[in-house]
């Protein structure tokens, strides 16, 4: 007997996580599916010795404290998480080299952060408040926007927001030239390209500096217990409303007749129903491998086709034998970079032997109870495109692996003073094909889609109703809308489940 859903949901991911849950808790019958054991992909955390790493979260944007919840924060207050969160008190150091290089840290708080910056590239303050204040002007004009449901009057955008006309869809360098920018403050302030992954010729102004001025704002945060936390009360979540989720479960295809999907077929051949299917595995993946070719409309394919698949990551996780006071580490995370020019970086991620970029972190600097007394967790990050490891060879992967990880251990030590090799009791390492394993992704990408200008988060939001034309069909995660990582993919999580929402209302 087939068993039918209102929802059905693939992947566990957060944005999948998100979906479900949000489904199940606004009335939807919901089943959440899972190839792996556990939920999480990305956003776990595992052991080594007597250390336990948190995989892949940096920092959380957009939770915020209670007095000022940001989006993530509301979304998981809604579904009744029980969360134990960390404030972040420091924003980041960056340390670069060659011309132009610099070694600074800057504060949370948009006040402290605007001073730090005139002390750090005088002259600076006037454009780096003029560039926060058109963050506002987004804010504002993307308020009218999606209150009227993306219907909008260009002519009141011309009036009433003019500046967002202006630097919507606007590469960062260009505004950055505008405001006259110091060159020391322009630099300092694009310590975060990599977290979407762009260079700031190719990055749109107003996602960036929405982002970074949230996270000065409001500040960030880390879960006490890593990212599995979040996780694991997501799943509950989807239980406690009532949905489903079944784990070693691997779903194969997804029925589509006449352009609708009404159902999915798991690795062992069940067969399962639903009105709505909402897709954690990228738009690329389900056309090539799980829907017939014929049900896949030309407009939909041709756009996948388009985007390019998101950068990949090199990780290795240390669990160090003396303390961080005893390493001499202050800084929770710092920026590493061979050079300020973001075009240059990103074309080098291409590179095994020349990327120039990684940062390293030191968990107990935010979470001190993290490993055991006299000791501490580190872990480094390092962006790649995907297809930098393909070209290595299976006899030559290991080795490979140590010979980076022994450079950027060096090139860690030369920049801080700080001596690290003496003093590894744990390590992990973790290269694309790694990612590419235990998440399935095309590559071995972390991120998603890259958000060109033509496809950034704007095109995409603007777009989101023509998008998809398997009918019932839906698609969260880090290739969804507001693009990828952590806060990102619960958004889309939730958009994902509210459209569903929205449709089952109105009968569709």
Same mark, same amino acid.
């Given at each position: ?6 929802? %059905? ?47 892949? +979260? ?5 939770? /915020? ?35 132009? /290089? ?55 955008? +011309? ?37 979407i992954g762009l260079p700031l010729t190719k990055f749109d102004f107003m996602l960036y500096i929405l982002m970074v001025k949230r996270y000065i704002e409001i500040h960030a945060y880390i879960p006490k217990m890593r990212s599995h936390d979040i996780t694991l009360a997501l799943a509950d979540a989807v239980y406690r409303f009532g949905g489903d989720v079944w784990y070693n479960t691997e779903v194969k295809r997804i029925l589509v007749k006449d352009r609708r999907a009404y159902g999915v077929v798991t690795a062992n051949g069940e067969e399962v129903h639903a009105r709505h299917i909402i897709s954690n595995i990228s738009h690329k993946t389900v056309f090539a491998n799980m829907i017939d070719r014929e049900q896949i409309p030309a407009q939909d394919l041709n756009l996948a086709r388009a985007r390019s698949v998101g950068l990949s990551s090199f990780d290795f996780y240390m669990g160090m034998s003396k303390s961080p006071e005893e390493l001499g580490i202050e800084d929770y995370c710092i920026f590493f970079a061979d050079t300020v020019d973001t075009d240059d970086l ?62 950027? %251990? ?33 590559? /071995? ?19 989101? /109703? ?43």
């Open positions: 007997m087939v068993k039918n859903y209102d929802v %059905i949901v693939i992947g566990a991911g957060n944005g999948g996580l998100t979906a479900a849950a949000r489904s199940a808790h606004m009335g939807m019958k919901t089943l959440l599916l899972e190839k792996h054991n556990i939920p999480g992909g990305c956003a776990s955390s595992f052991r080594r010795g007597r250390f336990e790493f948190e995989t892949a +979260l940096h920092e959380l944007a957009e939770y /915020g404290g209670p007095e000022d919840r940001g989006e993530i924060r509301r979304l998981f207050d809604k579904l009744g998480l029980e969360l134990e969160m960390i404030e972040m008190k420091h924003a980041f150091r960056t340390i670069v080299t060659g011309p132009d /290089g610099f070694d600074a840290a800057v504060p949370m708080g948009m006040e402290a952060f605007i001073q730090k910056m005139e002390v750090l590239s005088p002259g600076s303050e006037k454009s780096v408040r003029q560039c926060f204040a058109l963050a506002d002007d987004c804010s504002n004009a993307l308020r009218y926007i999606f209150k009227n449901k993306g219907v909008y009057d260009r002519d009141v955008l +011309l009036r009433d927001h003019s500046n967002f006309m202006k630097v919507a869809n606007t590469p960062v360098t260009e505004v950055f030239e505008a405001l006259r920018m110091p060159t020391a403050a322009r630099n300092i302030l694009s310590t975060y390209w990599s977290y990103y074309d080098r991620f291409s590179d095994i032997e020349r990327n120039g970029r990684f940062t390293m972190n030191c968990m107990n600097i935010a979470n001190p109870g993290c490993s055991p007394e006299g000791t501490s967790l580190m872990w480094c990050t390092m962006l790649f495109k995907g297809e930098a490891w393909n070209a290595v060879k299976p006899e030559n992967y290991n080795k490979t692996k140590r010979n980076l990880v022994m450079r950027v %251990i060096k090139e860690y030590e030369r920049l801080t003073g700080n001596i690290l090799s003496d003093s590894i009791e744990e390590i992990a390492i973790a290269a694309p094909p790694t990612f590419a394993r235990y998440i399935g992704t095309p590559n /071995g990408s972390i991120y998603g889609y890259e958000p060109f200008l033509w496809d950034g988060m704007m095109p995409r939001m603007l777009a989101a /109703g023509e998008e998809n034309n398997i009918q019932g069909l839906h698609f969260c995660g880090g290739h969804g809308e507001r693009l990828h990582g952590f806060s990102s993919a619960y958004s889309n999580g939730d958009s994902a489940a509210r459209i569903v929402a929205a449709e089952m209302k109105e009968g569709r």
